[in-house]
């Protein structure tokens, strides 16, 4: 069921995440008040989708900025990246030019992951918005990580719970290695942060199960057999479809997801097919 607060109206997504946020037009600003009913919206919904925004850099990043500081965009190894971009924003797209990719992601599937977990201080929200959609595919799939802690059965919970895990740095969402990255030989040793495998969230207090890329890292404690069993078992358990919420993209969408609560993946698309949407990521600080 919709509900309707001072000025917003809130339409779940009828799945067990996702909520679409009406009557807001982000270009014209947003007061403190209805910024308020939009954070609320957010912890419970955990995903939030914007439709038919249309919005400069500048107002894409000011709205990011709301919800925190703001992760420095990669972005230098697109050379094709256009000058005037923003430095905050990033660009994921399959478009080439001067030979070379404007953004990050191509048009392959990415497989589950939550953002910037590599990092100490991985990202809080992703803002995502698309400024042109291919025909078909290329849609983001979101799942509820608190729902899944929640069901998870006791004694997978009662192995993870309390320990950490490795978020690998070395790999790209393609499986690539990452420029200045050598390939792990060892998983146990391999470089990327170290994050709790149960978090709690700050504001809804409620606990998430919270793991880096579908088949990568390494829980500690565990022999490397061990750790790849349970994470196999933890990302099926994960994504199991009731836990799914998709997105199917239309022009001028824009996407508001929690990391520290929604991994997230996406479909593979005609590489022929152009699709180009502007990205900001706030840090988990
Ligand atoms: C991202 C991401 C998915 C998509 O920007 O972090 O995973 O649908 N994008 O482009
Ligand atoms: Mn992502």
Redesign the pocket.
Known sequence: MSTRTASLEIVPSGKALGADVRGLDISRGISEETFQEILEAWYRHLVLRFRDQDITDQQLVEFALRFGSLHHAAGSEYGGKPEELHEAVEL?SNIVKNGKPIG??AAGE?TW?T?MSMYEVPASA?L?YGDEIPPSG?N?RFTNLCLAYDELDEELRSLVEGRRSIHDAAYL?SGGVRPGYEAVTDKSQGPGARHPVVRTHPHSRRKALYLGRMGNGYIEGLSVEESDRVLEQLWAHMTQPRFIWEQE?RKGDLIVWDNRCVA?S?GAFDPEAR?L?R?VTVMDA
């Open positions: 994921i990050a992601l990415a992951h953002d992703t995502l290329g983001t969402a993209w997230h996406r699709r949407m990205r």
